[in-house]
């Protein structure tokens, strides 16, 4: 694969984009940023924009993702409660998670690092989003309970499934 799409969504660990990009960029030739709105009342898009080698997606008139955005594998970190339920639900009201639905449409690696409060990973609807989205080949990696509390998975993590989700894709090529 010759691209990853970041999709950050607006959970308080939105900032840890800012490490997830550089380790991407180590593994693909391109990567693309998009943020949910609520994404950008955690943190600046410039401080994804100035990172070099990233691209930051804010429109669907993008030269990069026209005509149709090209096949890539999706990465959505931090993924909030919210942003979990809607792709769960196939509500694309937004460009980070409509370009995410359709990856998950065309069969392409969606990765989904869930980042929620111990409340809200107790809910009953993100065990139920997070096998609907499993069932459909996505896949889903949980918060770390790091004993003081849930976080986002750890960066490793993380991109250990990516590498896994990537070369199993391209052997099916």
């Not at 990567?31 to 924009?49: C, Q, S, Y």
């Not at 429109?59 to 919210?82: E, H, K, T």
């Not at 790091?146 to 960066?155: D, E, H, V, W």
Request: hydrophobic fraction near 50%.
């Amino acid at each position: 694969m010759k691209l990853a799409y970041l999709i950050v969504t607006g959970t308080t660990t939105a900032p840890r984009a800012l490490e997830l990009v550089p380790a991407l960029l180590a593994r693909f030739p391109q990567v693309f940023t998009l943020m949910t709105p609520n994404a950008e009342r955690v943190m600046a898009p410039r401080d994804l924009a100035v990172i070099p080698g990233n691209r930051l997606v804010e429109s669907y008139f993008d030269a990069a993702i026209l005509p149709r955005p090209p096949d890539g594998l999706v990465l959505v970190a931090p993924c909030s409660f919210n942003s979990l339920n809607k792709l769960a639900q196939g509500i694309a009201d937004n460009l980070a998670l409509s370009l995410t639905a359709e990856a998950i449409g065309r069969g392409t690696p969606v990765i989904v690092a869930v980042s929620v409060n111990p409340p809200l990973f107790a809910h009953p609807r993100t065990a139920e989003s997070m096998a609907a989205l499993r069932s459909w080949g996505v896949s889903v990696l949980e918060p770390e309970d790091t004993g003081q509390g849930l976080r986002l998975a750890a960066t490793r993590a993380i991109l250990a499934e990516v590498s896994r989700r990537a070369a199993r894709y391209s052997e099916n090529l």
